[in-house]
């Protein structure tokens, strides 16, 4: 096993994390450590933890042990709403879109505005200029994100595909310092990937550091800056991304043979076979 | 004839203040369940909260009529805090459990002879002047149609009543404003936000246990308003708060439209006007022989009620008012 790498500047680390289900250590991290300004991937194969390490990291279940802290505050025990509200801001593996709302409300519900407090809810005078530049903001988003077309839409009425693209833009609403995708990629359509790669990277060259969960190896070679491998429960590599994937130990055991075979090129195969 | 009288009945029924109360309790049920998605099936016991806050306020603790009204209000709102903190982070179906039996546990010690002293026990709380016991008569001063007889059209009524029911649909006029604004906010896009998905909007940093809680207090205290305007024009009656109030409201909630800021009020229109038809219409049939005459029939119409709410929900569950195609959306 390779010695533990760690990363320049980490925006989060997290220390002795453990997850148990029952008798079963789902989650078992000694050291996580996501850089700063990067875009990292944590792969894996099924049941390796990877949406659990999520979940406890950002409030949505709870550690059985360990600390971490995210831009050099603790955030074990923070409730999953400060989590978000300090930055730590992850989308879901199914998509979660707000369904009888509108995409725009949805985006809206992205920004903090004062006139989501009670108190100041009934005149609009209190909330007009928070509103203003929240709608501002999400029309940016959705134009970069294609779905302004789809503002006045029911989220509910969008394809998978467009649901992730709506998952992110909200998520991007909350202005956050580390954006944890999980799967983005699954059930979308590979033209949609391809816009939803450059998104990625787009932003981590505007300063976003992201943290994603991926299975399609090609994603995360094209990509990742970093690279955390994870199976068991446990952190078993890490590192730049290129070294890391080229590890034959984490391409073996954790990648399995057909690492870098082109989906597209195993159909062409097949149907050569037919024919 | 009896038809003419059973409209001219149910349009004067369209006023009554019964309907007013009903309009009032269902926009604050309409709060939970069509704007935040708070499965409340104990509105009933916000209702008698209100109702009992205020009546024993002002009878028993000889309280003045403003502070008999705040303390109503406290009343429901530390009634929605007991229900909610234990039951709002875990899923819908929990708070639609202890809010029912809360609600019974409510009907059930007002009811109860050990507090006949305080409460009167099945008997209620009169309203009557000359009994010593009333908390309505401090409205009447205000009354500038007098006490005799006015005609409207085909209908009539006495001066005090024609003022209970003005002063009781002005309340709801108000209150329905009020929901309006607050509906339109950023504050009302959350409740509509958690109703969707509680756990997308924590990951988007709002509260959502919060959020939830700040709805059923607001719900449970218009329903308290409604328990004062219920018992206004006359006595606090226990078993008026039983389970068929809240499955009324649910009716009245889904019939005017969910979510919706006048379905309440036309649910509850609608509602009782069915209602006193189908009473003539029962009533009619018994005449005729038709059906035959046993004691009970009037209350077959309650019946009427429970087979309409499930045709509704199968054929229109987007109610009167509500948006076709956003139900189209609603998750099974």
Redesign the interface.
Known sequence: MPAVKHASDPILVAEGVQRHFGGVAAVDVELLEVPRGQITALIGPNGAGKTTLFNCL?G?DSANAGKWSFDGEPMQNV????V??RGM????QLT??????TVM?NM???A???????S?????PL?KA??DEATERAWGLLKRFKLDTKADD?A??LSGGQRKLLEMA??L??QPKLLMLDEPMAGVNPALVQSLLSHITDLRDEGLSILFVEHDMHVVKEISDWVVVMAEGRVVAEGESGPTLANPAVIDAYLGAHHDVDLRAIIREREAGRA | MALLDALLAAGQQILSPVTAAFALAAIGLNIHFGYTGLINFGQAGFVAVGAYGFALSVVWLELPIWLAILIAFAAAAVFAILLGIPTLRLRGDYLAIVTIAAAEIIRYTVNSSLFDDVTGGAQGITNNESQGSDYSSWLNQFNPLGEGRIELGPWVFTGTALWWSIVTWVIVGIVTLLVWLLMRSPWGLTLRGVREDPDAMASLGKFDSGIKLQALILGGVIGAMAGILYVLPSAVSPIDYNSRMTFNLFTIVILGGAATILGPIVGSIVFWTVLVLSEAMITWLVDIGILANFADAPQLRFALVGLALALLIVFRPQGILGNKKEMSFARS
């Open positions: 950002t949505f409730d999953r709403h400060r978000a509200r801001v992850r989308t879901f979660r879109v707000l369904g009888r709302l409300e809206l519900l992205g903090r505005q004062s006139g989501e407090k009670f100041r809810s009934l005149f609009k909330w928070d509103y029911h509910a009425s909200r998520a609403m909350t």
